[in-house]
Each structure stands twice: as structure tokens, then as C-alpha cells.
């Protein structure tokens, strides 16, 4: 780099210094001609009143006038000739070389002409000047200097050689100052660079050799390394401890944990899962077709594209084994506003055990319940029978007989929805499909239910948002759905409320969304609103005739549908369910 400078340097200063002597002397040669070639004396040279004289006196004159001003520069380099500026013939030549032909430069025709001829040819080998000499006002005779240039080439070229011996001796030195520069600017750098090759090796940031510090922006650039160096180790040595925790927490974990990528590849899994799904190459697994051949029903895109912010939960036997899967999708970055997602975590939870209990747990409630229907129906009538009687019964018998008679009512309302959830669990109560209209559905369970709400002064409206298609489902099964939520809404809303009932499809899925200005339910109940005999007040679900099964019941049904059913609710302002099922055949019918 040194000896480009210097090079450029040179060639930049030895040009405009060799192109300005070569001006100086063109400029020089014309002012020189200027002042000897004066308006007034190449005019008053031949007064009117010399009478016709002799060319030869005249020529003489011309030569005498000007040789004599010592202006000319005459010598062997330059030479000065007299023409005729008539007939162009040339009257004298102060060169003893001279041919009798000579070229007719511009500067030569101009004199012809009557005017000075002073250009300065950039490109020419030589010099010249022409001037015109006036007898009564017109051009006689034209006096024209040549300069070959050579004394001015010879300077040019000496001044060329000096350059060209600065030129060298400056890129020796240049070359010696900057090997000595560069070696002590490089050494240091390839320090730096061996213990930063030495950190990403994972060494010690003390190791290798020291650097030779200076006050300098590399003694800066070296102090700054050794703290980059140390503070970089440090976290490199907690990231590797936090890692060796996570591992070992994976590792051993007893749920089974699957990162993977957007492409669908494993990014890590731990043991258990390995074992739950039976991997044992993880570089062949591809998302979509692992939970395929599973039955999981979920694709990676439904995560990705659909609602990344959701999580997803899929049910899947395998074996004798039951397995719950808990999908998310998780972001590149941990800065909670990114929306770069890195792929999706898949969580898998052994819950056999758990399905067993549940399973002898519901067998034993359908068991129990069918038990129960005998003694309740003889209850309650032996009940009926006493009351119905004409015995002499006092007040309080007969007070006492009516609670036995509602709450053997109560119990089989109780048994008979334990029997309807049991025969849904195990399939004993298939779904009796037929193709009917949605909306008179809706509007006729509105209907039966319109004298209830307005004891409590209610308002139920029911507006749907689109055209409701027809729907291929259990027509009886879903109206009870209804009429459970919307009895619900008119139940826990206080005297004078407002239900109201949308629907309407959006792409291939029905929904239905009742909403009111109920009591609301508490955020911690809300997640256990569907849960059996699960009930928010148990005092007052009483008093209003509940089991705590109907929404259980409403679930079952709806998931028999493969649909959905959630709940959204704030206490005090009120609760909202949305339904949603599946469309297997779109025939839209008029709202």
C-alpha cells in the first residue's frame, strides 16, 4: 500500500510537473514573440513616405529591426524566414539547412492573411510564430520564427529522469517503512486472531502469547479483546451449564419432549419419547408423517399457519398405551415481540394409568346409576302413593313425603343423565344422523323455552350473521345442547337480562354462540366448567335444579360431532359459548 502511494504520488506530481515546463516554454516562446512583434512597430517599419525602396533594402530592414531586439532567440534550435505575402516565396532563411519548402502551418496562413499567427499546437514537435509586415496598411511581407523544441525536449527529458530516480529511491524506502509498519501492525493482529481461534476452540481466554500493549488503537482494540474474551467465556461456560441442566432434566424426565423444525425435522427429543413412539432413527422422522401413522390428526402447518399462539392437545393410543400430546409452536428468539418462529415443541404425557382410573371410574358410575333406577322408581312411588292417599297425614308427614318425592326426582334426573354420559362414553348411544335445517332448529328451541325466560323477564334474541347450511347431525342430541346452554343463560342471568343467539359458517365449520349479562363465572372455575358434578356454587346450582352435568353432557355430544365447545366468561358482565361443527355438506339455505 506504501508503495502505491508513493507510486501514484510520483506519477501524479512527475506528469503535471513535466506538463507544466512544457507550457511554460510554449508560453514563454509566444510572450517573447509578442513583445518583439509589436502593432506599432511592424507597421511604422515602412512609412508612406518611403518611396517604393528597393525588397532588398526592405528585407534588410526587417532583419536589422528585429534581429537586433536580441528578442528572437535565434540559434541553432530556432531559426526565423521572410515571405513574401503575396506570392508566399521565401526572401530569406536564417537556417543554413533550409530546403526551400517549408509547411504551411496555421499560425504561417494566418500571417498570409494578415492576421498573427500565435497557436501553440498541443500535439506539434515544434514551435512557431508568424507575423505580417504592413506597407501602406496591407501585408507585404510575413517574418515567420521555428523552434524545434529540442532545448525545451532536452529539459523535459532531464526532468523526467529526476522523477524517475526520486520515483525509485522513494518505493525502496517506502518499501523498507512499510514492511517495518506493517510488521508492527500484523503481529499484534495475528495475536489477536490465533487467541480468537483459540476461544472459539474453547481455551482458556488467558492462553497464548501476550500483546504487546501501547496507547495506540491496536493497545485498544487488544484491551477490548481480553474483556470480550473474558465475558464471552463466562457465558459460554453458564450456557453450557444451563445446557448440561436442561439435558439432564430431559434426559430424565418422565414425560416425553420433541423440538422440531419448520421443515418438520427433529431438532432433539429425549428418551421417553423415543420410547412412547418407538424412534430409533431420529434423522428419518418427519413431523407430519410420525403423527399420521398415530392417528394425531394435526399437521405442522396447522400449528405454524393457522394460530401459532395456540396450543394444541390430541389424544393417541398406542398400543395399550394412551398418550396425550401437547402441541406449540415456539419463537427463534426469546424477545417476546418477535414473530419469527423456530418450529414446534410437541409435549407427550403417559396417561394410561390415568385412562384406567377413569375408565373403572366411569364403569362404576354407569354401574351404580343402573342400580339406582330401581330403588329410585320404587321411592318414588311409594311416595306418590302415600300422598295420593286419603290417610289421615299431619302437615309435617306430608311436608316430609313431598321432599322425599323432589328429591327422588332430583336423583333421577341425576341417574338419568350418569346413564346418558355412560352409553356416550362407550358408544352405546350412536348419534342418529338425518340432514335438517340449522336455523329452525335454533329458532325452535328459542321458541320452547321463550315462557321460561319471560317469568324472569328476559330478552332472547336470536340474529344469524350468513346463510345457515343444512347440517347432517343428531338433530335431538343437539337441541339438547342448546336448550341446556341457553336454560343456562336464562338460570344464572338476573331478572330483566338479555340472551343473545348468533350463528352462521365460516369456511367449512358452523358455529352457534349464545351469550348473556349473567353472573358470570370466576377465571379459576372456568377451566372446569365442563368437568362432571363440577358446579361454581354448589348451594345455588342446587336451588336452580342442577346436577353439574348438563355442560358435561354438552361437551359429549358436541365432540360426537367433532366439534368444539368453549366458553368465555367475565363475573358480573356475563358468559359466552361458542359452538362449532364441522359442515360435511355445504347446501346453503336461505336465512
Same mark, same amino acid.
Given at each position: 500500500?506504501?508503495?502505491? *502511494?508513493?507510486?501514484?504520488?510520483?506519477?501524479?506530481?512527475?506528469?503535471?510537473?513535466?506538463?507544466?515546463?512544457?507550457?511554460?516554454?510554449?508560453?514563454?516562446?509566444?510572450?517573447?514573440?509578442?513583445?518583439?512583434?509589436?502593432?506599432?512597430?511592424?507597421?511604422?517599419?515602412?512609412?508612406?513616405?518611403?518611396?517604393?525602396?528597393?525588397?532588398?533594402?526592405?528585407?534588410?530592414?526587417?532583419?536589422?529591426?528585429?534581429?537586433?531586439?536580441?528578442?528572437? @532567440?535565434?540559434?541553432?534550435?530556432?531559426?526565423?524566414?521572410?515571405?513574401?505575402?503575396?506570392? !508566399?516565396?521565401?526572401?530569406?532563411?536564417?537556417?543554413?539547412?533550409?530546403?526551400?519548402?517549408?509547411?504551411?502551418?496555421?499560425?504561417?496562413?494566418?500571417?498570409?492573411?494578415?492576421?498573427? @499567427?500565435?497557436?501553440?499546437?498541443?500535439?506539434?514537435?515544434?514551435?512557431?510564430?508568424?507575423?505580417?509586415?504592413?506597407?501602406?496598411?496591407?501585408?507585404?511581407?510575413?517574418?515567420?520564427?521555428?523552434?524545434?523544441?529540442?532545448?525545451?525536449?532536452?529539459?523535459?527529458?532531464? =526532468?523526467?529522469?529526476?522523477?524517475?530516480?526520486? %520515483?525509485?529511491?522513494?518505493?525502496?524506502?517506502?518499501? /523498507? $517503512?512499510?514492511?517495518?509498519?506493517?510488521?508492527?501492525?500484523?503481529?499484534? /493482529?495475528?495475536?489477536?486472531?490465533?487467541?480468537?481461534?483459540? *476461544?472459539?476452540?474453547?481455551?482458556?481466554?488467558?492462553?497464548?502469547?501476550? =500483546?504487546?500493549?501501547?496507547?495506540?488503537? /491496536?493497545?485498544?482494540?487488544?484491551?477490548?479483546?481480553?474483556?470480550?474474551?473474558?465475558?464471552?467465556?463466562?457465558? %459460554?461456560?453458564?450456557?453450557?451449564?444451563?445446557?448440561?441442566?436442561?439435558?439432564?432434566? $430431559?434426559?430424565?424426565?418422565?414425560?416425553?419432549?420433541?423440538?422440531?423444525?419448520?421443515? @418438520?425435522?427433529?431438532?432433539?427429543?429425549?428418551?421417553?419419547?423415543?420410547?412412547?413412539?418407538? /424412534?430409533?432413527?431420529?434423522?428419518?422422522?418427519?413431523?407430519?408423517?410420525?403423527?399420521?401413522?398415530?392417528?394425531?390428526?394435526?399437521?405442522?402447518?396447522?400449528?405454524?399457519?393457522?394460530?401459532?399462539?395456540?396450543?394444541?392437545?390430541?389424544?393417541?393410543?398406542?398400543?395399550?398405551?394412551?398418550?396425550?400430546?401437547?402441541?406449540?409452536?415456539?419463537?427463534?428468539?426469546?424477545?417476546?415481540?418477535?414473530?419469527?418462529?423456530?418450529?414446534?415443541?410437541?409435549?407427550?404425557?403417559?396417561?394410561?394409568?390415568?385412562?384406567?382410573?377413569?375408565?373403572?371410574?366411569?364403569?362404576?358410575?354407569?354401574?351404580?346409576?343402573?342400580?339406582?333406577?330401581?330403588?329410585?322408581?320404587?321411592?318414588?312411588?311409594?311416595?306418590?302413593?302415600?300422598?295420593?292417599?286419603?290417610?289421615?297425614?299431619?302437615?309435617?308427614?306430608?311436608?316430609?313425603?313431598?321432599?322425599?318425592?323432589?328429591?327422588?326426582?332430583?336423583?333421577?334426573?341425576?341417574?338419568?343423565?350418569? $346413564?346418558?354420559?355412560?352409553?356416550?362414553?362407550?358408544?352405546?348411544?350412536?348419534?342418529?344422523?338425518?340432514?335438517?335445517?340449522?336455523? +329452525?332448529? =335454533?329458532?325452535?328451541?328459542?321458541?320452547?323455552?321463550?315462557?321460561?325466560?319471560?317469568?324472569?323477564?328476559?330478552?332472547?334474541?336470536?340474529?344469524?350473521?350468513?346463510?345457515?347450511?343444512?347440517?347432517?347431525?343428531?338433530?335431538?342430541?343437539?337441541?339438547?345442547?342448546?336448550?341446556?346452554? #341457553?336454560?343456562?343463560? #336464562?338460570?344464572?342471568?338476573?331478572?330483566? !337480562?338479555?340472551?343473545?343467539?348468533?350463528?352462521?359458517?365460516?369456511? +367449512?365449520?358452523?358455529?352457534?354462540?349464545?351469550?348473556?349479562?349473567? #353472573?358470570?363465572?370466576?377465571?379459576?372455575?372456568?377451566?372446569?366448567?365442563?368437568?362432571?358434578?363440577?358446579?361454581?356454587?354448589?348451594?345455588?346450582?342446587?336451588?336452580?335444579? !342442577?346436577?353439574?352435568?348438563?355442560?358435561?353432557?354438552?361437551?359429549?355430544?358436541?365432540?360426537?360431532?367433532?366439534?368444539?365447545?368453549?366458553?368465555?366468561?367475565?363475573?358480573?358482565? @356475563?358468559?359466552?359459548? #361458542?359452538?362449532?361443527?364441522?359442515?360435511?355438506?355445504?347446501?346453503?339455505?336461505?336465512?
Amino acid at each position: 500500500m506504501f508503495m502505491l *502511494l508513493v507510486l501514484s504520488v510520483m506519477i501524479i506530481v512527475g506528469t503535471f510537473l513535466l506538463t507544466r515546463v512544457g507550457n511554460f516554454y510554449s508560453d514563454r516562446f509566444v510572450s517573447d514573440m509578442e513583445r518583439v512583434f509589436t502593432d506599432e512597430r511592424r507597421a511604422s517599419l515602412f512609412s508612406a513616405e518611403a518611396a517604393q525602396p528597393n525588397a532588398t533594402n526592405r528585407i534588410r530592414d526587417i532583419i536589422e529591426t528585429y534581429s537586433g531586439t536580441g528578442l528572437l @532567440g535565434i540559434n541553432m534550435n530556432r531559426n526565423y524566414f521572410i515571405f513574401d505575402a503575396q506570392t !508566399g516565396e521565401c526572401l530569406y532563411s536564417s537556417d543554413s539547412e533550409y530546403s526551400g519548402t517549408i509547411e504551411k502551418t496555421p499560425n504561417l496562413l494566418a500571417a498570409f492573411s494578415g492576421e498573427i @499567427g500565435s497557436k501553440i499546437a498541443g500535439t506539434s514537435v515544434f514551435m512557431d510564430y508568424a507575423a505580417p509586415i504592413l506597407v501602406d496598411g496591407e501585408p507585404a511581407y510575413v517574418v515567420y520564427i521555428k523552434d524545434n523544441k529540442e532545448e525545451t525536449q532536452s529539459i523535459i527529458e532531464n =526532468i523526467f529522469w529526476i522523477v524517475m530516480q526520486a %520515483l525509485g529511491w522513494g518505493l525502496i524506502i517506502s518499501f /523498507i $517503512l512499510g514492511l517495518l509498519l506493517s510488521r508492527n501492525i500484523t503481529k499484534p /493482529i495475528v495475536t489477536l486472531t490465533r487467541r480468537a481461534e483459540q *476461544l472459539a476452540n474453547g481455551e482458556s481466554p488467558n492462553a497464548g502469547a501476550n =500483546i504487546k500493549r501501547a496507547d495506540d488503537e /491496536i493497545g485498544m482494540l487488544a484491551n477490548t479483546f481480553d474483556f470480550m474474551a473474558r465475558d464471552l467465556y463466562s457465558t %459460554l461456560d453458564q450456557v453450557e451449564s444451563e445446557k448440561t441442566k436442561m439435558e439432564t432434566i $430431559l434426559v430424565n424426565l418422565t414425560d416425553g419432549v420433541i423440538a422440531f423444525d419448520l421443515s @418438520g425435522k427433529v431438532i432433539h427429543i429425549n428418551p421417553t419419547a423415543e420410547l412412547l413412539l418407538s /424412534i430409533t432413527d431420529t434423522e428419518t422422522v418427519i413431523f407430519d408423517k410420525l403423527f399420521a401413522d398415530v392417528d394425531a390428526d394435526i399437521t405442522i402447518g396447522d400449528i405454524i399457519y393457522l394460530e401459532n399462539t395456540k396450543t394444541y392437545e390430541r389424544t393417541i393410543t398406542l398400543g395399550n398405551r394412551v398418550v396425550k400430546a401437547f402441541f406449540a409452536s415456539f419463537k427463534q428468539a426469546p424477545d417476546k415481540d418477535s414473530k419469527k418462529l423456530g418450529g414446534v415443541v410437541v409435549a407427550l404425557q403417559d396417561i394410561t394409568e390415568q385412562q384406567k382410573l377413569e375408565n373403572a371410574r366411569r364403569e362404576f358410575v354407569a354401574n351404580v346409576s343402573h342400580e339406582l333406577r330401581t330403588p329410585l322408581t320404587t321411592i318414588k312411588s311409594y311416595t306418590e302413593t302415600l300422598l295420593d292417599s286419603n290417610s289421615n297425614l299431619t302437615s309435617t308427614e306430608s311436608h316430609f313425603l313431598s321432599v322425599v318425592n323432589s328429591e327422588s326426582d332430583r336423583m333421577t334426573r341425576i341417574v338419568k343423565d350418569l $346413564l346418558t354420559l355412560s352409553r356416550l362414553d362407550h358408544g352405546k348411544e350412536p348419534l342418529r344422523m338425518q340432514r335438517f335445517d340449522m336455523r +329452525k332448529m =335454533i329458532e325452535g328451541v328459542i321458541e320452547k323455552l321463550a315462557m321460561n325466560a319471560e317469568n324472569h323477564k328476559h330478552t332472547i334474541t336470536f340474529m344469524p350473521t350468513t346463510n345457515l347450511p343444512l347440517f347432517e347431525g343428531d338433530r335431538d342430541r343437539l337441541e339438547q345442547v342448546l336448550i341446556n346452554i #341457553i336454560g343456562n343463560s #336464562i338460570k344464572y342471568t338476573p331478572d330483566g !337480562g338479555r340472551i343473545e343467539v348468533f350463528a352462521g359458517h365460516v369456511y +367449512k365449520d358452523l358455529y352457534i354462540k349464545v351469550k348473556d349479562n349473567g #353472573i358470570g363465572i370466576p377465571p379459576e372455575d372456568l377451566q372446569r366448567i365442563f368437568d362432571r358434578f363440577f358446579r361454581v356454587d354448589k348451594a345455588r346450582t342446587r336451588q336452580a335444579g !342442577g346436577t353439574g352435568l348438563g355442560l358435561a353432557i354438552a361437551k359429549e355430544i358436541v365432540e360426537a360431532h367433532s366439534g368444539k365447545i368453549v366458553m368465555q366468561s367475565t363475573p358480573e358482565e @356475563g358468559s359466552e359459548v #361458542i359452538i362449532t361443527l364441522p359442515i360435511i355438506e355445504e347446501e346453503i339455505v336461505e336465512v
